[in-house]
């Protein structure tokens, strides 16, 4: 698989400390991830990184809903919701995007999650939205505006705002190539079901190693 730097984009999702072991929602090998992405990177003449950004007491904080616990999910008023332990509160050093990343070749940041009330696995839409739409992000258009039809992501994690960035960009009518190789889940036990949804979405696996740049 070449590159074609005018019509290819690499989505980095959420690769932050918060997200790496010894973060606050750490993934487990996240950090084996970090410096092929960062090499990677420099190969696209697009890059998005995406920043889970929360205020404090974001609504998907556990600690925001008296006598819940993380890793698991309540029913909300607009819908289910995972809780998390504290994570990615902007400004912190856990929200940081990891510095190995090269800001030269980072395009675009996207900050993701920024309202207290609503929670934002996907760079391209918010999880829940007023009248039951997710409202945009402005992403899809602004890939389009450049001349991406084809985007491959990698980052973290996995089974969270990979997958759902993933599917999102296959509903905007991109090409979606997930680097398996540059992805851990938080949750790797539930690979069948993430990649059932990836496959139904029309979204692709590939390793990196097989990308020509
Ligand atoms: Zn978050």
Not at 170 to 178: K, L, Q
């Amino acid at each position: 698989m070449r590159i074609d730097p005018g019509s290819d984009a690499l989505l980095v999702v959420d690769l932050q400390h918060d997200f790496l072991p010894g973060g606050a929602l750490g993934v487990a090998e996240g950090d084996r991830i970090v410096e092929p992405l960062a090499r990677l990177a420099p190969a696209f003449s697009t890059v998005v990184a995406t920043q889970d950004w929360h205020p404090p007491g974001h609504v998907s904080f556990a600690s925001t809903h008296p006598g819940r616990e993380p890793y698991a999910s309540i029913a909300l008023s607009q819908g289910p919701q995972e809780l998390w332990p504290d994570h990615c509160v902007r400004g912190t050093r856990g929200a940081a995007l990891h510095p190995a990343l090269p800001d030269a070749a980072v395009t675009l940041v996207l900050r993701k999650g920024t309202r207290r009330e609503v929670d934002s696995y996907s760079a391209f839409r918010e999880n829940v939205g007023p009248d039951g739409r997710r409202p945009s992000t402005g992403l899809g258009a602004w890939l389009s505006a450049r001349g991406v039809r084809r985007l491959f992501l990698g980052g973290l994690a996995r089974d969270f705002c990979v997958r759902v960035s993933a599917v999102d960009a296959a509903v905007e009518g991109f090409e979606v190539v997930v680097l398996d190789d540059l992805t851990r889940a938080v949750f790797p036990e539930r690979r069948d079901e993430v990649d059932r949804e990836l496959a139904a979405a029309g979204a692709r696996l590939a390793v990196s190693q097989d990308l020509i740049r």
